[in-house]
C-alpha cells in the first residue's frame, strides 16, 4: 500500500508542477475532479484495464466517456498513461493530493462542519469567517455534512484540530459535571 501512495504523490506533484508552471492549476483541479468522478471507480478501473481491451479501444472508451473539450488535452493524456500504466485505481489519490497542494498554494484550508440541519448561505459564511480567524486568517472551504443526532449547534474540523461546539456534547459534559 505505501508504494501506491507514493506512486500516487508522484503522478499528483507532477501534475501540480506542472500546472503551476503553466499557470492553470485552477483548470487542474477542475479536470481532476471531472476525471476522478468519471474515472475514478472500481467499475472504470476495472473495465478500462482489462488486458484483452486494445490501447485503440481503450482511447474510444474515454472519449465515449469524456465528451471533447471538457476537460483539457493534459489531462487526457494524464487519464491515458494512467490506463495504460495500469494505475487508473490511483486517480482518485491524484485528485485528492492534488487538491491538498493547491490548498496549500492558495492558503486555504478544508473544514468539515457537521449540523444538525443545513445552514443557508448567510450561516455558512458565518462559520467560515468564524473558522478562518480560528485558521490563522486563512481561507476556509466548508465542506458540509449533517447528522440530526448532535442536535444542534456543530462539529468543525480543521485538520488535526476538532471543533465541537455541539449541543448534544453539551448535555453530555453537563451530565458528567452533574453525576
Do not use: C
Not at 48 to 60: A, G, M, N, S
Not at 112 to 136: C, M, N, Y
Request: no cysteine; aromatic share 4%; glycine share 6%.
Amino acid at each position: 500500500m505505501a508504494l501506491r501512495g507514493t506512486a500516487g504523490r508522484r503522478y499528483a506533484q507532477a501534475v501540480f508542477d506542472l500546472a503551476k508552471e503553466q499557470g492553470s492549476l485552477d483548470r487542474w483541479l477542475s479536470d481532476l475532479k471531472v476525471l476522478n468522478g468519471i474515472f475514478g471507480t472500481p467499475d472504470a478501473v476495472s473495465t478500462l484495464e482489462d488486458p484483452k481491451i486494445t490501447e485503440e479501444d481503450q482511447r474510444r472508451l474515454v472519449s465515449e466517456h469524456l465528451p471533447s473539450g471538457v476537460v483539457s488535452d493534459l489531462a487526457v493524456n494524464l487519464l491515458l498513461l494512467l490506463v495504460q500504466r495500469s494505475r487508473l485505481a490511483l486517480l482518485p489519490r491524484v485528485a485528492e493530493l492534488f487538491q491538498e497542494m493547491y490548498n496549500k498554494e492558495k492558503g486555504m484550508v478544508v473544514a468539515d462542519v457537521t449540523t444538525a440541519v443545513p445552514l443557508d448561505a448567510e450561516h455558512q459564511k458565518r462559520v467560515a469567517d468564524q473558522l478562518s480567524r480560528i485558521a490563522g486568517g486563512k481561507t476556509v472551504e466548508l465542506r458540509l455534512h449533517e447528522d440530526p443526532r448532535i442536535l444542534g449547534g456543530m462539529i468543525a474540523r480543521i485538520g488535526d484540530e476538532l471543533i465541537d461546539a455541539s449541543v448534544a456534547t453539551r448535555l453530555a459534559d453537563l451530565s458528567d459535571r452533574l453525576s
